[in-house]
């Protein structure tokens, strides 16, 4: 930039230290961070089986057997794992911010957060008991 | 533009992340787990008759495209902060957004044409 007509001729160069593409590897924070981002992955895959198990089903009971034959590939089973994992972290997160996203009031009192966490989660218990139970019985 | 869009695309962020946080974990170990290695054979399942109003099929489109939303723009930042992409911010946007898009047109299809 130096003696060019709009910088000054002696000006210092800026300085802009480069951040490291594994700039979230430096602390265990940045790291929970980057994972909790990367949860929406896990919620990608899982549209996508869903999707995929919708449509095995509208091709008949075959192309569905052989759906689920490749759902019980132990590759997939270990990535599942990963995924689950990942869909229950999200979960928790998320449940946990909500104090943050919303504000109740009763009364003029702010419902204190650990009861919006705490009341999400049981519904999300709730919820996830009655699909298993639903699909049980199906 | 996208500042008209921006709000829009917050709210089905959200919308998703909440669908998927209530539904996603136990949909996973319903299709991956108690499916495969249920303790019946899961091709006896009858799917058309649970599925046969159209209403719970509207509900599964969007309990589909929803979380899609909500993975494009949470993946659309990872990419932007943890890649440093953001010189490719508009073609992430697009492939993003697009791909939700085309899945959700994707899940209607397959959702509605189901017999």
Same mark, same amino acid.
Request: hydrophobic share 60%; aromatic share 14%; net charge positive.
């Given at each position: 930039? /130096?003696?060019? =007509?709009? /910088?000054?001729?002696?000006?210092?160069?800026?300085?802009?230290?480069?951040?490291?593409?594994?700039?979230? =590897?430096?602390?265990?924070?940045?790291?929970?961070?980057? =994972?909790?981002?990367?949860?929406?992955?896990?919620?990608?895959?899982?549209?996508? !089986?869903?999707?995929?198990? !919708?449509?095995?089903?509208? =091709?008949?009971?075959?192309?569905?057997?052989?759906?689920?034959?490749?759902?019980?590939?132990?590759?997939? @089973?270990?990535?599942?794992?990963? @995924?689950?994992? %990942?869909?229950?972290?999200?979960?928790?997160?998320?449940?946990?911010?909500?104090?943050?996203?919303?504000?109740?009031?009763?009364? %003029?009192?702010?419902?204190?957060?650990?009861?919006?966490?705490?009341?999400? !989660?049981?519904?999300?218990? !709730?919820?996830?008991?009655?699909?298993?139970?639903?699909?049980?019985?199906? | 533009?996208?500042?008209?869009?921006?709000?829009?695309?917050?709210?089905?962020?959200?919308?998703?992340?909440?669908?998927?946080?209530?539904?996603?974990?136990?949909?996973?170990?319903?299709?991956?787990?108690?499916?495969?290695?249920?303790?019946?054979?899961?091709?006896?399942?009858?799917?058309?008759?649970?599925?046969?109003?159209?209403? *719970?099929?509207?509900?599964? *489109?969007?309990?589909?495209?929803?979380?899609?939303?909500?993975?494009?723009?949470?993946?659309?930042?990872?990419?932007?902060?943890?890649?440093?992409?953001?010189?490719?911010? *508009?073609?992430?946007?697009?492939?993003?957004?697009?791909?939700?898009?085309?899945?959700?047109? *994707?899940?209607?299809?397959?959702?509605?044409?189901?017999?």
């Amino acid at each position: 930039m /130096a003696g060019t =007509l709009d /910088a000054p001729r002696y000006h210092g160069r800026w300085h802009r230290p480069r951040t490291s593409v594994f700039w979230w =590897l430096e602390s265990w924070r940045y790291t929970r961070f980057v =994972l909790r981002e990367l949860t929406s992955v896990c919620v990608a895959w899982t549209a996508l !089986v869903l999707m995929a198990y !919708v449509g095995a089903a509208g =091709l008949g009971a075959e192309a569905l057997a052989t759906f689920l034959s490749w759902m019980g590939a132990p590759w997939l @089973v270990a990535w599942h794992v990963v @995924v689950l994992a %990942g869909l229950v972290y999200h979960s928790v997160s998320w449940f946990s911010l909500a104090p943050s996203a919303m504000v109740v009031r009763v009364g %003029g009192r702010r419902v204190p957060a650990s009861l919006i966490v705490g009341g999400n !989660v049981a519904a999300w218990v !709730v919820v996830s008991a009655a699909l298993l139970w639903l699909a049980g019985r199906a | 533009m996208s500042r008209r869009v921006a709000p829009l695309l917050w709210l089905l962020f959200s919308a998703g992340g909440t669908v998927a946080a209530f539904f996603y974990p136990a949909l996973l170990l319903i299709v991956a787990f108690v499916l495969p290695f249920g303790y019946r054979d899961g091709t006896e399942l009858s799917l058309a008759g649970l599925l046969q109003p159209a209403v *719970v099929r509207g509900l599964l *489109v969007v309990v589909v495209a929803l979380p899609l939303f909500h993975w494009a723009h949470r993946f659309r930042y990872t990419l932007y902060d943890g890649l440093q992409l953001k010189h490719l911010a *508009v073609l992430i946007a697009v492939l993003c957004y697009g791909s939700a898009l085309a899945s959700t047109f *994707v899940a209607a299809y397959l959702l509605f044409t189901l017999p």
